[in-house]
């Protein structure tokens, strides 16, 4: 059974940073695809970032240039890098995992980002 268990969630002030992590049981790379999603309350889930086995990096529209995501395979930590934070930002971050048609997700960490 695959586990994903995130942490690095809190509360923090407009324009803030914060980094998630994402720890998994199995070597990060035997995944085709790693990523964050997030979702707010009342809202669908949507994708924030991912990132493939062969290191193609993929962004959600409101994203790119503020979040940044990156992996240590040796630890296999997937990690989730947020700047410049905005009180929209405030969702719960959920990890994600795919391979052979299968998807797997972590329990989610939550970030609340007001002032």
């Known amino acids: 059974q695959v586990q994903l268990v995130e942490s690095g969630g809190g509360l923090v002030q407009p324009g803030g940073s914060l980094r998630l992590s994402c720890v998994a049981s199995?070597?990060?790379?035997?995944?085709?695809?790693t990523g964050w999603y997030r979702q707010a309350p009342g809202k669908q889930r949507e994708l924030v970032a991912v990132?493939?086995?062969?290191?193609?990096?993929y962004y959600g529209d409101s994203m790119k240039g503020r979040f940044t995501i990156s992996r240590d395979s040796a630890l296999s930590t997937l990690y989730l890098q947020l700047n410049s934070l905005k009180p929209e930002d405030t969702a719960i971050y959920y990890c994600?995992?795919?391979?052979?048609?299968?998807?797997?997700w972590g329990q989610g960490t939550q970030v609340t980002v007001t002032s």
């Open positions: 199995e070597t990060i790379l035997s995944f085709t695809s």
């Open positions: 994600n995992a795919a391979r052979s048609l299968r998807t797997y």
């Open positions: 990132i493939t086995r062969n290191s193609g990096i």
